[in-house]
């Protein structure tokens, strides 16, 4: 049987001159556990997109699961994609990866582009969202998980399609113990199976566990051999950590006072009681989805709390949000840097002294004229937490600053915050490592996870989740649409009172409560209160009712604005109860699954129909990113939601253009992800949720086509 | 986009993201209604019609197409008239212009197919308002043409000198981004 992989002097460049990779030979057996350390900028990264079929080498022989994908001959697209096919590839940041609604429609991507049979992907989905821990979020919006468990969904997304080779790239940058544990060991049953596993890290803790590693230096394989054996036992707990583990001191300059914060109705924090004292180091640590990201934003006053408060006496509370390099936006590092200063009204010559200071302070001065957008990624996070670290603030909340970071650029971090420490600023820092704990803190809080979290039998979608649609998707759709067209048809008292009825026939179908239904049409009110006193005032015909002044009304005037008034109040009521019941995604699937008749044509509906349901998924990425960089300038004294409207225009236009940059961004790592996750045009997918028509689809269909004749038989009976 | 290493067809997983961004981008725009004609307050103006444009001048009329469609969908499941109008005025506005400037990729050929969008956008939203107006408003259809002089041509004027203006100054850095995006996506030999 071929090897795994097999590189035979691969080169690669990005610009024709220096070579990132050079002269790489590399055979890795099948069922081998392999692992690739090396700094940032080794080449690290471009090597595992080699790997997994992502791009293509410049020069040299590529060969992957048997299959030629570079020699001297060129690209084999057609063998790229029978590789991309066999193997699975999680990048650094799962949110990327993520394509599907729930959490299960987004692990049964690959099958079923694969085409396996439904049952098949459903099996395949349990199994792997079992493996992962993930099982009581398989109904979950993605979006909703912590980053942690983004990054269990891409593993279990990636396990699914049972690839041969899996290829991993920092797999447990911000996974907890427990996950990491409950991952690792779904990995050994892979590698049992004889799956091949290469694992891209920085660290040597991650190496220990597999059969061989190799590390890479500037482009070169600089060792291969068996990994050193550190077997550290990285969980943490209470006994294992030197420092005193309490929530509270006496004291504080920041305090979290019974503090509850939910989000979409769902609770994030529940009655958290946290403290820092000056001149401390608290780290805070707990399990994936405890909402620790939250707390530090709540805590830094970014976010307002549901209930219970937080109390300040600090003077300037610093944040670095996670993944801070997402938030740069400037042009330029010194730009970045000089914002904050620049904001709290400093000369121009003070505002150079403290960059100056920081860029020294951090070991970044000779990137300062550099464009934020070349910067390696440890590079780009140095310059984030430099432009906190310029306003100079008392307090320092840093959540997972080292995640994601070679060990290099980690131990100065470290030691950067052990200086700043020592010189009197206070610091709150998120962190899963205990090494951490034990070289930093002074003071260590262990937040527990929320009740519904260690009560297995309760899933948080419970709550707020209502029971899905049993009809055919593509029966709700096509009589849901032809109903709110039916409503421009009705004209008179009796077919209006019709409507009610079928608005009020479909809030029962979507069990939503009154108060949601207040809640999710309160975007449609302003309109439909225009369009009933519009009419009502507009219409001058029939019989006057009331004058006063230049104001007249008539019954024709008032008859007129409860009709319009009343078929908008319908279009909303039907739209919004539908929308609770059938997601966007089922919608689309609906639709396309209606216009397979045009795929014969030549269309390309499937690719339409992904793009939709692609462009719905941004949404909330992109309003999530852009309200993030707002609020990164926020905490640096920028000023978008206030001032005049010029000042806010001027801050908006400095938003496009790294918004924009951002999105591109989005949109490149979803495109990997798409082609390894076995997205082709060649294939044919099967959807896993199997559309079919049942009586009470038929039933359906009746009830519309009664709705109907009733309307029509009323028109004609209004002219007897 | 061309890509040296690739022989893809034209439906690429990357041109999917791409088109996805952009579709996006002006379904989040279109909920951004503001009224701009104190005359008529329910006469709102949405931005998303400028994303539609840049893209259709970036990619071609047929990313036009298809991403003013799959913008207005989602309208059309909460306003069905409304939504078809809405992609109605869209198409006359980004098509046409994507294809002439697709055919005349120079400054003056930018200006004229601009300007051809904009007057078929007033043509279409007038004659499609005069269609519609009757389903919203107990009007007759007579009132509605009487609308056409003092309402409906300033609003739909003002509407398509605000998103030329906007294109304007959007088009340099987008298409400059734009443009680094794919060279870097061939220099990622990205297959």
Known sequence: MSAAVELSHVSFSYDGERDVLQDISLTVPRGQWLTIVGANGSGKSTL?????????????????????????????????????????????NPEDHIVGATVKDDVAFEPENLGFAPCDTAS???????????LTFSDTDPQ????????????????????????????????DVAARRSILSSLSAQHSRG???????????????????????????????????????????????????????????LAAKNLTYAYDGRSVLENVNVSVARGEFVTLSGPNGTGKSTLAYLLAGAFQPTSGSVISHAERIGLVLQKPEKQLFAE??????????????????????????????????????????????????????????????????????????????????????????????????ITHSLAHIRQLAT???????????????????????????????????????????????????????????????????????????????????IFIAFMGLFNLFFVQSGAELVQFGPVRLTDAGVWAGVLYAGRFALLAVVAVSVLHILPPARITDAVESLCGGLKRLGWPVHELSLMMSLSLRFIP?????????????????????????????????????????????????????????????????????????TGRDWALVAAFVVYLAAVVGLYFVSFV | MSNSTSTSTYWSSQRIAIYALFTTLAIVLSFVQIPIFPAAPFLKYDPSGIVVLLAGFAYGPLAAVIISVLSSLPHVFTDPFGGLIMMLCILAFSVPSAWLYSKRRTRIGAFASMILGAVLFIITAIGLNLLITPFYYATPFSAVVAMILPILLPFNVMKAVIHLLITVLCYKPITGLLKSFSASQSASRRV
């Open chain 1, 195 to 253: 799956v091949t596993i290469i694992i891209i890290t920085h660290h040597e803790s991650v190496a220990a566990l597999g059969e061989r590693v190799i590390t890479l230096g500037e482009g070169r394989i600089v060792h291969d051999g068996k990994p050193h054996d550190v077997s550290a036992d990285e969980s943490i707990s209470a006994e294992r950590i030197p420092v005193p583990v309490q929530n509270e001191v006496a004291q504080p300059v």
């Open chain 1, 124 to 134: 395949a989905v349990q199994h792997a969202l079992g493996q992962t821990g993930m």
């Open chain 1, 621 to 693: 990425i992109l309003t999530r990113d852009v309200r993030s960089l707002i609020t990164a300038q926020e905490l640096r004294g920028g000023t978008i939601r206030h001032g005049s409207l010029a000042v806010r225009a001027r801050s908006a236009q400095a938003l496009i253009v790294p918004s924009f940059a951002n999105a591109l961004r989005h949109a490149d790592k979803l495109s990997v992800a798409l082609d390894i996750r076995g997205f082709d045009s060649s294939a044919t997918r099967v959807p896993w949720r199997v559309m079919r028509m």
């Open chain 1, 443 to 525: 003071r260590a809080i262990l937040l527990e996870p929320p009740s519904y979290a260690a009560d297995p039998s309760v899933t948080p979608e419970d709550a707020v989740t209502a029971p899905l649609s049993r009809f055919d998707p593509r029966a709700l759709t096509t009589v849901t649409l032809l109903t709110l067209f039916t409503s421009f048809a009705l004209h008179t008292p009796a077919q209006l009172g019709l409507g009610v009825l079928v608005a009020l026939a479909y809030v029962l179908l979507a069990h939503i409560r009154p108060s949601e239904l207040v809640t999710e049409l309160h975007g449609f009110w």
């Open chain 1, 48 to 92: 595992s997109r080699l790997l997994s079929a992502v791009s293509a080498p410049t020069s040299g022989t590529l060969t992957v699961l048997g299959n030629t994908l570079f020699d001297a001959g060129g690209v084999h697209r057609d063998a790229y994609i029978r590789a991309r096919h066999a193997l699975s590839y999680v990048t650094q």
């Open chain 1, 332 to 429: 330029s590092v010194r730009e970045d840097i000089a914002f904050g200063p620049r904001n709290l009204g400093l000369s121009a010559d003070e505002v150079d002294a403290r960059v100056a200071q920081m860029a020294e302070f951090l070991g970044i001065t000779d990137l300062l004229d550099s464009p934020v957008w070349n910067l390696s990624g440890g590079q780009q996070r140095l310059v984030a937490i430099a432009g906190t670290l310029a306003m100079k603030p008392d307090v320092l909340i840093l959540d997972e600053p080292t995640a994601g970071l070679d060990t290099h650029v980690e131990a100065r971090l470290l030691s950067v915050l052990e200086a700043l420490h020592e010189q009197g600023m206070t610091i709150l820092m």
């Open chain 1, 144 to 175: 909703h998980l912590s980053g942690g468990q983004q990054q269990r969904v891409a593993i279990a997304s990636a396990l699914a399609a049972s690839p041969d080779l899996l290829i991993l790239d920092e797999p447990f940058a911000y996974v």
